[in-house]
C-alpha cells in the first residue's frame, strides 16, 4: 500500500510540476496616439471654407436716408465669435467685396442689381472712427481655448437719387491663426 501511494504522490506531484511548466505570463506595452492640429470655429462652424462669419443687416431704411449703422451679428443673433485652440492668435483679415469702390462716400458698396449703388464701410468701433479699410485685419488676444467676441460695425451712407430696392453686397473674410 505504501508503494501504491508513494507512486500515487509521485505521479500527483510530476502533474502539478507539468502543469506549472505550461502556465506563462508575458507582459508589455500597448502605444496610444492622438495628434491634434490647431483649429477653430467662426460662429460656432467648423471647416477650411465657406464658413460664415455674420451678417451685416442695415435693416430698412427711407430711400432719402443719411447714416444707417449696423453690426456684424453670428448665427446667434449676437456678435460674431471666433473659437480657436488655445495658443494660437487668431487674425481675421477682411477682403474685398462684390461692389467696392463703385460709390463715391465709402471705399465698399451695396448693389441693387440694376446700376444703383450705396456706399458704406467697416469699422472696429460702434461710434465708427475706427475704418476698417479694405484688407485691413483685427488681431485677437492669444487664445485661452475660450470663445473671443469680434465687434465689426458698419455704415451706409444715403445720397440723392437712389431708388428704393433691396441693395446688397458679399464681403470676403480670412480667419488665419
Known amino acids: 500500500m505504501h508503494l501504491n501511494l508513494s507512486r500515487l504522490i509521485f505521479a500527483g506531484i510530476g502533474l502539478a ?8 505570463t508575458v507582459t508589455g506595452n500597448i502605444t496610444a ?3 491634434l492640429i490647431a483649429s477653430c470655429q467662426v460662429n460656432g462652424g467648423g471647416g477650411a471654407s ?4 455674420g451678417t451685416l443687416n442695415f435693416g430698412t431704411q427711407e430711400a432719402l436716408f443719411t447714416n444707417a449703422p449696423g453690426q456684424v451679428l453670428g448665427g446667434g443673433g449676437g456678435a460674431m465669435s471666433i473659437l480657436c ?3 494660437t492668435v487668431p487674425v481675421i483679415k477682411v477682403r474685398a467685396g462684390a461692389h467696392d469702390s463703385q460709390s463715391a462716400g465709402g471705399s465698399r458698396a451695396l448693389y441693387d ?3 444703383n449703388y450705396v456706399p458704406y464701410d467697416f469699422y472696429t468701433d460702434s461710434g465708427h472712427s475706427q475704418l476698417l479699410a479694405i484688407d485691413d485685419t483685427i488681431t485677437l488676444p492669444t487664445s485661452t481655448g475660450a470663445a473671443q467676441t469680434v465687434n465689426l460695425y458698419g455704415l ?3 445720397k440723392a437719387g ?4 433691396v441693395y446688397t453686397d458679399t464681403v470676403a473674410v480670412e480667419l488665419s491663426f
Open 33 to 35: 496616439t492622438l495628434t
Open 156 to 158: 451706409a451712407k444715403g
Open 50 to 53: 465657406g464658413l460664415n462669419f
Open 162 to 165: 437712389l431708388p428704393a430696392g
Open 17 to 24: 510540476l507539468a502543469a506549472q511548466a505550461q502556465a506563462a
Open 113 to 115: 442689381g440694376v446700376g
Open 85 to 87: 485652440s488655445s495658443g
